[in-house]
């Protein structure tokens, strides 16, 4: 009965330790698992983090950059106002010769003449450009027939004068006031700006933009 109590149990033994064993190497498995598993779990969520990290200093580049172009394209544009505004005050010397102005007002006028093509316009100026208008409109309507073989009844608007605040020029109207052709020192300075010169002083003052591909 010794005997055989003692081979029992020893039996158990053997049992209760191949149990342990067993239990202790799924317990491993298991804990190797979960770790990994959990260790993937962080390294996602480390990588998420850096991702979105690394969004927002690319985003918070990007504003910044757009600040600064927006701040240089915003001091670009007072030089360049200021570069008009000052051609602007200086078209006030201009009318100080008279025969210059007087040139220029021929000009001026027959342009409007072949821009419109009509056979009576009626003619806007300052009073105090009357005289020098009536000067030069005699040989502007010559310069028109000879460049279109046709002729203009020219009549100047002494009812409605052009301001006297502007630095000069003509206007041209057609019967009824339907179309007019604004040849103002003002408004031909404006034309000049927004077709020819805001290129050529932009680039002279500031150099070409590295961010354009294509000029016009």
Same mark, same amino acid.
């Given at each position: 009965?010794?005997? *055989? *109590?003692?081979?029992? $149990? %020893? ?14 190497? $799924? ?6 698992? &979960? ?11 480390? $990588?998420?983090?850096e991702k979105q990290v690394?969004? %927002?200093?690319? /985003?918070?580049? =990007?504003?910044? &950059?757009?600040? +600064?172009?927006?701040? @240089?394209?915003?001091?670009? $544009? =007072? ?11 200086? &078209? ?12 220029? &007002?021929?000009?001026? /006028?027959? %342009? ?7 056979? +009576? ?7 105090? #450009?009357?005289?020098? @208008?009536?000067? =030069? ?13 046709? #002729?203009?009844?020219?009549? /100047? ?21 339907? /179309? ?10 404006? *034309? ?9 002083i932009e680039l002279c ?10 000029d016009n």
């Amino acid at each position: 009965i010794h005997h *055989m *109590m003692a081979f029992i $149990e %020893q039996e158990a033994n053997e049992k209760a330790e191949e149990i342990d064993a067993r239990a202790e190497e $799924e317990f491993t498995i298991e804990k190797g698992r &979960l770790v990994q598993q959990n260790r993937l779990k962080i390294i996602e969520f480390y $990588e998420r983090k850096e991702k979105q990290v690394e969004l %927002q200093k690319k /985003i918070g580049a =990007s504003n910044l &950059l757009n600040k +600064s172009r927006l701040e @240089v394209l915003k001091a670009q $544009e =007072s030089h360049i106002n200021n570069v008009l505004h000052e051609a602007q005050q200086n &078209l006030n010397q201009l009318t100080l010769n008279q025969g210059a102005y007087a040139k220029l &007002l021929e000009d001026l /006028i027959c %342009q409007g003449l072949c821009q419109l093509l009509e056979p +009576s316009l009626i003619l806007r100026c300052r009073r105090a #450009d009357q005289s020098l @208008v009536e000067h =030069s409109m005699a040989k502007a309507l010559a310069t028109y027939r000879s460049l279109t073989g046709r #002729d203009c009844k020219l009549q /100047i608007d002494t009812a409605n004068w052009l301001p006297a605040e502007i630095c000069g020029g003509v206007e041209l109207l057609t019967k009824g006031n339907r /179309i007019k052709v604004s040849n103002t020192l003002e408004a031909r300075l404006e *034309m000049l700006a927004q077709q020819m010169l805001l290129g050529p002083i932009e680039l002279c003052c500031f150099g070409p933009n590295p961010n354009r591909k294509f000029d016009n």
